[in-house]
């Protein structure tokens, strides 16, 4: 198949990790359905090979929309990438636990469901990639960061299960875990996670799209269940 028959699912299309895969996809000729709330920032990646749909990714109902419309737009979905995420953080005792609990709904609750539910078509067609947006905080902990983490630990359980369970097929899943990226995803905190951690160049989105190319370009025999890429200053 050509990347013109294939069909890829990005979620948080409308910034960050999302955006730069999605527009990379657009670039590469795939045919490309994003998503997230934002429909004035999907619109940039307006093109013939981009279908936008404009939605709360942690509304039940809005993921099912999703599932419809790639199924009755091209009958086929070939990869499914993860990327909407949002973080809170804070100490677990203090932390704002509606935050919390709105986070483990769209970091937990919507991964699982859509990927479940795409990983059925994937089953009927005999293929799919899910590509999951996970973080390092998938793979250790840090004070005030333990409720975020405990979403990407969710996600790589999710993951590994699947990885073994998938063993023999043509279906896959792949986690990255990066460190810092420059994107929205820390626009408001008081002191940014850079001059805290003192990283003095994060990784950029593009960055973050040479993994994803790379995890794709890997041949049919090859895995690559996780990968992690950081900043050269991160020490912890
Ligand atoms: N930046 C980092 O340092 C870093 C490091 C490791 C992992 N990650 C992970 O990378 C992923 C992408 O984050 P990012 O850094 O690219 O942040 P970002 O720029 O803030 O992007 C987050 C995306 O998620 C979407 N989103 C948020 N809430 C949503 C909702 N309820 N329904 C639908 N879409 C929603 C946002 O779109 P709308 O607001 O338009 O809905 C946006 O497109 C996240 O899972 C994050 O945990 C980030």
């Given at each position: 198949?050509?990347?013109?028959?294939?069909?890829?699912l990005v979620t948080g299309a409308s910034s960050?990790?999302g955006y730069?895969?999605a527009?990379?996809?657009?670039?590469?000729?795939?045919?490309v359905v994003a998503t997230a709330r934002r429909e004035d920032r999907l619109l940039q990646l307006q093109?013939?090979?981009v279908a936008i749909l404009t939605g709360d990714l942690s509304d039940?109902i809005f993921q099912d929309k999703i599932?419809t419309f790639v199924?009755?737009q091209?009958?086929?979905?070939?990869?499914?990438?993860?990327c909407a995420?949002?973080?809170?953080?804070?100490?677990?005792?203090?932390?704002?636990?509606?935050?919390?609990?709105?986070?483990?709904?769209?970091?937990?609750?919507a991964?699982?469901?859509?990927?479940?539910?795409?990983?059925?078509?994937?089953?009927?067609?005999?293929?799919?990639?899910?590509?999951?947006?996970?973080?390092?905080?998938?793979?250790?902990?840090?004070?005030?960061?333990?409720?975020?983490?405990?979403?990407?630990?969710?996600?790589?359980?999710?993951?590994?299960?699947?990885?073994?369970?998938?063993?023999?097929?043509?279906?896959?899943?792949?986690?990255?875990?990066?460190?810092?990226?420059?994107?929205?995803?820390?626009?408001?905190?008081?002191?940014?996670?850079?001059?805290?951690?003192?990283?003095?160049?994060?990784?950029?989105?593009?960055?973050?799209?040479?993994?994803?190319?790379?995890?794709?370009?890997?041949?049919?025999?090859?895995?690559?269940?996780?990968?992690?890429?950081?900043?050269?200053?991160?020490?912890?």
């Open positions: 198949m050509s990347n013109g028959d294939k069909v890829c960050g990790i730069a895969i527009d990379a996809l657009r670039a590469d000729g795939f045919q093109a013939p090979n039940a599932e199924y009755e091209f009958g086929r979905c070939d990869y499914l990438f993860n995420g949002t973080i809170a953080t804070g100490t677990i005792e203090a932390i704002d636990i509606d935050k919390v609990t709105d986070m483990i709904q769209l970091n937990v609750t991964t699982f469901r859509l990927t479940y539910k795409l990983l059925k078509r994937f089953r009927q067609q005999g293929s799919g990639h899910v590509i999951n947006i996970s973080s390092i905080l998938g793979t250790k902990v840090r004070p005030t960061a333990g409720a975020y983490a405990a979403t990407k630990f969710a996600m790589e359980a999710l993951s590994e299960a699947l990885r073994m369970e998938l063993t023999g097929s043509n279906i896959q899943v792949s986690c990255i875990e990066p460190g810092l990226v420059m994107t929205e995803l820390h626009k408001d905190w008081e002191v940014h996670p850079k001059d805290g951690m003192g990283i003095h160049e994060p990784l950029s989105t593009g960055d973050i799209v040479a993994t994803v190319k790379f995890i794709m370009q890997q041949p049919a025999h090859v895995r690559i269940p996780r990968l992690m890429i950081l900043p050269k200053d991160h020490n912890i």
